[in-house]
């Protein structure tokens, strides 16, 4: 499956954005999703995911009660609505998915199968 991030961009502090991420070639049938980000200089970390055959959502604790993820299996897209944006959620965003990925593995990047080619989100203050 190939995935397509958009959604990025320029907001004050304070403000949202809604990241999407659609997938080609296939379905998200069987999948687990997942949004990660990267600043500048720093490890690509873990933010949200939504494991196949789990209705719980997982969140990095910075995002939990600010960002919420889903997804629409029927449009094979996947979804990050952020509010309350900070100058430190500044970063690319790459949404990824995997048929395999066990529990304990969802924050780890190189479990991950399937990224897309990351969405920037610059949050200014």
């Known amino acids: 499956v190939q995935l397509q991030a958009s959604g990025g961009g320029l907001v004050q502090a304070g403000g949202s954005l809604r990241l999407s991420c659609a997938a080609s070639g296939g379905t998200f049938s069987g999948y687990s999703l997942g949004w990660f980000r990267q600043g500048t200089g720093k490890e690509r970390e873990f933010v949200a995911a939504i494991k196949w055959g789990n209705s719980n959502p997982f969140y990095e604790d910075s995002v939990k009660g600010r960002f919420t993820i889903s997804r629409d299996n029927a449009k094979s897209t996947l979804y990050l609505q952020m509010n309350s944006l900070q100058p430190e959620d500044t970063a690319v965003y790459y949404c990824?998915?995997?048929?395999?990925?066990?529990?304990?593995?969802?924050?780890?990047?190189?479990?991950?199968?399937?990224w897309g080619q990351g969405t920037l989100v610059t949050v200014s203050s």
């Open positions: 990824t998915a995997s048929r395999t990925i066990i529990l304990s593995s969802l924050r780890v990047p190189s479990s991950w199968n399937y």
